[in-house]
């Protein structure tokens, strides 16, 4: 598995087991591998804007098999359309992500107009066309002590008591 990290990103700011999977360099920050280096793994893994230099090192857009996007509820159409372009023959392309958290703050009146003020991820979920193709999880295996607090502060409130 490679992770390819910004080259603007700093690696004091990123955990040691991601640095493992990285291109470090000399100065404490990451490097681009080049497309020899990238095509010589299986899984790589990157931001949606940062897969747009895998393409400008020369990866084949028929290198990836699939795209996965993770936290796509926040993506805007130019988010995903970069990673789209890296990976244009990819066989499949799995959005994943909560289409109801808030999404990517569009500010841009014309945007707004055309209604990017949506995620694309929402459109997707609210087109009954594509109903077929909706994977909801019903179990949240990571947030369990957050949903506890939740269900204890707002649905029964009286559960909680002042400590001083």
Request: charged share 20%.
């Amino acid at each position: 598995m490679l992770r390819v990290n910004a080259a603007s990103c700093t690696a004091r700011h990123v955990a040691a087991v991601v640095r493992r999977y990285s291109y470090e360099d000399e100065k404490a920050g990451f490097t681009i591998p080049t497309k020899g280096e990238i095509m010589n793994y299986n899984v790589v893994v990157c931001t949606l804007m940062t897969s747009s230099k895998l393409q400008a090192v020369g990866v084949p857009s028929d290198f990836f098999t699939h795209l996965l996007v993770d936290e796509a509820g926040h993506a805007t159409e130019a988010d995903l359309l970069i990673a789209c372009l890296t990976a244009m023959d990819a066989r499949r392309i799995v959005l994943a992500g909560d289409h109801k958290q808030l999404g990517a703050v569009i500010r841009a009146q014309p945007c707004l107009d055309a209604g990017m003020g949506v995620s694309p991820l929402e459109r997707f979920m609210n087109n009954p066309l594509l109903t077929e193709q909706h994977i909801m999880l019903t179990r949240n295996y990571r947030s369990t002590s957050i949903g506890h607090f939740q269900r204890r502060a707002f649905v029964r409130p009286w559960c909680l008591r002042a400590t001083g």
